[in-house]
T-cell receptor, first 113, second 115 residues
Framework: SQQGEEDPQALSIQEGENATMNCSYK?????LQWYRQNSGRGLVHLIL?????REKHSGRLRVTLDTSKKSSSLLITASRAADTASYFC?????????????FGSGTQLTVLP | DTEVTQTPKHLVMGMTNKKSLKCEQH?????MYWYKQKAKKPPELMFV???????INESVPSRFSPECPNSSLLNLHLHALQPEDSALYLC??????????????FGEGSWLTVV
């Protein structure tokens, strides 16, 4: 079952604009990660935010986490055509035994030149 | 470029064929994964190997048979597949079983078409 739901499902913006996508999840988490997938390729890890963190930056990426609302957002600033991809959030729940990442439904981002 | 290598990139097989997907990583990771991904959907976990032992099988049909010959290799043996099994199969690895903060490293995937 899907832990995370993302919105919007699809987002189309002009190059240079900012892109914001959101992820909501249902149960407690240890960490939340964001991955990017170019069409037909593997997933690439972008950024991880821990449950005790509220905001994290990496280059043009800014991630926020609100554990009280069980939601996260990914902001890509000054977007480029090369940012066109699907973006997935993934959560791993707390616990000491084997667990696995659960991926959200994804946001398809299109950046128009 | 990914450090998880998957072969073949594309595979077309008949429903009576037996084929295998292969995956290799040399990052010293001790957890390896198979995911299945259909178009416009997120990856779905199939199997997890931890220290070369199968630790998670997400109720995958027996026509999919994983194998971990050593800590660097992961295979997925395919037999008597159905057309609905056509998908992108992603191999991944992580330093240890996913717990606190482990990143998963994905291969580029193997596109499987069952005819």
């Amino acid at each position: 079952s899907q832990q995370g739901e993302e919105d919007p499902q699809a987002l189309s913006i002009q190059e240079g604009e900012n892109a914001t996508m959101n992820c909501s999840y249902k149960t407690s988490i240890n960490n939340l990660q964001w991955y990017r997938q170019n069409s037909g390729r593997g997933l690439v890890h972008l950024i991880l935010i821990r449950s005790n963190e509220r905001e994290k930056h990496s280059g043009r990426l800014r991630v926020t986490l609100d554990t009280s609302k069980k939601s996260s957002s990914l902001l890509i600033t000054a977007s480029r055509a090369a940012d066109t991809a699907s973006y997935f959030c993934a959560t791993d729940p707390p616990g000491g035994s084997a667990r696995q990442l659960t991926f959200g439904s994804g946001t398809q981002l299109t950046v128009l030149p | 470029d990914t450090e998880v290598t998957q072969t073949p990139k594309h595979l077309v097989m008949g429903m009576t064929n037996k084929k295998s997907l292969k995956c290799e990583q040399h990052m010293g990771h001790r957890a390896m994964y198979w995911y299945k991904q259909k178009a416009k959907k997120p990856p779905e976990l199939m199997f997890v190997y931890s220290y070369e032992k199968l630790s998670i099988n997400e109720s995958v049909p027996s026509r999919f048979s994983p194998e971990c010959p050593n800590s660097s290799l992961l295979n997925l043996h395919l037999h008597a597949l159905q057309p609905e099994d056509s998908a992108l199969y992603l191999c991944a690895s992580s330093p240890k079983r996913v717990n606190s903060g482990n990143t998963i490293y994905f291969g580029e995937g193997s596109w499987l078409t069952v005819v």
